[in-house]
């Protein structure tokens, strides 16, 4: 591990808290990739200048995070970062990318279905009208799933392929096929996960799934997509930028 840390002994915020912000930092920002090892508490100690219970503080924080895990006769390893996701119209796939997580896609299915109820409401046509719907697992750094994603289309918007999928995200396919994205429509919430979700994203059954619905909409108010997504709480979180009003 080699990085730089900066501790300010004359700071009011506590040692181990400095530290623990800057690791995460770190990961955050792929600098410390999954797999890393942090190497021995005394070490790091020693190389900072602190104590090592101001250091093995520091990465219970971490651990307790999920970011960081002890193994026994291996040391203290990054596991992975968690992903925040800013509330507003962009696609999962480019947030990844921004975030250095090296985003990939497994797309479970492409086909025509008849739009449900709830589908054909968000897109703004009769129930049981043709769309697309396509089925994806996001992954990051290649192997690690942090959401699936569910997402209807208008038939007439664009043709998708498997390999097109698997190459990019779904509104770089859209912006490419003419669409401008212009508005989303969101909800957001909360969900135990079945065994099927569990399995998929791996995680346990009853784990805790953050869920998603969002109908985009194109610059001449018509819905162009709606999607209906989960995401790991353990890898991924909402962030909303509040204005307080004068």
Known sequence: MDLTFSIDRGSPVPLYFQLSQQLEAAIEHGELLPGTLLGNEIDLAGRL????????????VLVDKGLLVRRRGVG??????RVRRPLEL??????????GQRPATRVLSIEETEAPA??????????????????RLRLTHGEDPIARLRNYLPLDLLTLTHADLEATGLYRLMRAAGTTLHSARQSIGAKAA??????????????????MQRTAFDDTGR???????LYRA??????LQLLIRP
């Not at 200048?49 to 219970?60: E, Y």
Request: glycine share 6%; net charge negative.
């Open 223 to 229: 819905a162009v997509e709606y999607g209906t997504h």
């Open 118 to 135: 709830e589908v054909a409401a968000a897109l703004g046509l009769a129930e049981g009208t043709p769309v697309r719907r396509v089925e």
């Open 76 to 81: 203290t390893q990054v596991v992975h970062s």
């Open 194 to 211: 079945t065994a099927t979700e569990a399995a998929a994203l791996a995680e346990e059954p009853g784990a805790p799934l953050l869920t």
């Open 90 to 99: 962009s696609s999962l796939y480019d947030d990844l990318e921004s975030a």
């Open 49 to 60: 200048g602190l104590s090592r219970p101001t250091v093995r503080q520091a990465i219970q």
């Open 234 to 239: 353990s890898r991924y979180a909402f962030e």
